[in-house]
Nanobody, 122 residues
Framework: QGQLVESGGGLVQAGGSLSLSCAASIRTFRMNFMAWFRQAPGKGRQFIARINWDGGTLDYEDSVKGRFTISRDSAKNTVYLQLNNVPLSDTAVYYC???????????????WGQGTQVTVSS
């Protein structure tokens, strides 16, 4: 099916920055649209950002627009999420996902990483 491995999570102070990475198998990376979601304790999985196959089309959830940046590196089969100016409410487990549709809906994504924890401290 494919594999995604996230890394880069950790503890960050409010207002700080963090960079997440998602390494994909070649087939997963080249054949699919990629996205980031997050899930805070007691809440559902929330769309954060998505990127099309060539990186030319991007989309962000309103609360992260202007603060987060999604990108992809074809040479490394990796998708990135740069988090800037993070508030406490950005604390969550962040997941990357791959799927055949350019979608904001979790059900449209077929391959998921294991998640990486981001904790924002005051």
């Amino acid at each position: 099916q494919g594999q995604l491995v996230e890394s880069g999570g950790g503890l960050v102070q409010a207002g700080g920055s963090l960079s997440l990475s998602c390494a994909a198998s070649i087939r997963t990376f080249r054949m699919n649209f990629m996205a980031w979601f997050r899930q805070a304790p007691g809440k559902g999985r929330q769309f954060i950002a998505r990127i099309n196959w060539d990186g030319g089309t991007l989309d962000y959830e309103d609360s992260v627009k202007g603060r987060f940046t999604i990108s992809r590196d074809s040479a490394k089969n990796t998708v990135y999420l740069q988090l800037n100016n993070v508030p406490l409410s950005d604390t969550a487990v962040y997941y990357c996902a791959a799927g055949p549709n350019y979608s904001r809906v979790p059900y449209d994504y077929e391959v998921w990483g294991q998640g990486t924890q981001v904790t924002v401290s005051s």
